[in-house]
């Protein structure tokens, strides 16, 4: 279904990243920003879902100004690896590459993103900060109470587990008193990275609740 692309950004950077359409005429786009482990399995499979949930759906690859074509599975090994990425992140390198994935997609119509992990925040941020949008999800961004101080400019829905061991619900709890716009569902007994069965945190119980919540936000604002 998906194919691997190419996207230019604004400063004329080129990076890769992966592209699922439906088989019928789409709705409207999303795109899609990875984990730490980059467009890997896990998200190829998430774009591919939204493909036949009738979305076109773009996952830019935002490591790829550190290196090319990186992506990884869940092993305590290669989580070490792919935290390098996350040591100092070049937060506007990301937001123009995530960008550059809306500009490619905006033909279609409206355009929302969701993010996982560091794609959550990353997610988060561009709503506050990027044009061509028109809704946010992020799931599990650890980074979002240190961004919690820029209002989106879109509608937003936030997604975290109770218990993880990254995102103190007392973070949370300060999103929500700095944004009560946004829209935050916590899931009861879940850890950090619930929403991929591709890791050890899966929790089956609380995606099979959050998924469809994402997908009905998206349905309420992504209008043609």
């Known amino acids: ?3 691997d692309i190419k996207l230019t950004a604004s400063d004329n950077f080129q990076l890769g990243g992966y592209r699922a ?6 709705k409207a786009a999303i795109v899609v920003i990875q984990e730490i482990f980059g467009v890997n399995h896990h998200i190829r499979a998430v774009c591919d879902r939204l493909a036949n949930e009738g979305y076109v759906a773009i996952a830019p690859a935002i490591f790829d100004r550190v290196e090319r074509n990186f992506q990884c599975g869940y092993s305590p090994e290669e989580v070490a690896v792919a935290r ?13 590459d995530t960008q550059a994935a809306i500009d490619a997609v905006k033909d279609v119509g409206a355009v929302g993103i969701i993010g ?18 028109s809704a946010a999800i992020g799931y599990y961004g650890g980074a979002i109470v240190r ?8 509608p937003t ?3 975290f587990g109770e218990k993880d061991a ?32 591709e890791r050890a945190s899966y929790d089956k119980s609380s995606a099979d609740i959050a998924w469809p919540r994402s997908l009905a936000f998206f349905a309420r604002h992504l209008k043609k």
Not at 84 to 96: C, H, S
Not at 116 to 133: E, I, M, N, R
Not at 147 to 154: F, G, M, N, Q, S
């Open 1 to 3: 279904m998906g194919k």
């Open 84 to 96: 390098k990425f996350v040591a100092n992140p070049d937060w506007a390198a990301m937001l123009r």
């Open 157 to 159: 829905q936030l997604h």
């Open 147 to 154: 961004l919690a101080d820029d209002k989106p400019d879109v």
């Open 166 to 197: 990254g995102i103190p619900l007392s973070d949370v709890e300060t999103i929500r008193a700095k944004r009560p716009e946004v829209e935050i569902h916590v899931y009861p007994g879940a850890q950090h990275g619930f929403h991929c069965d």
């Open 21 to 26: 359409d439906p088989a019928t005429p789409p």
């Open 116 to 133: 996982f992990c560091l794609g959550g925040s990353v997610a988060y941020a561009a709503a506050t900060k990027l044009s061509g949008l």
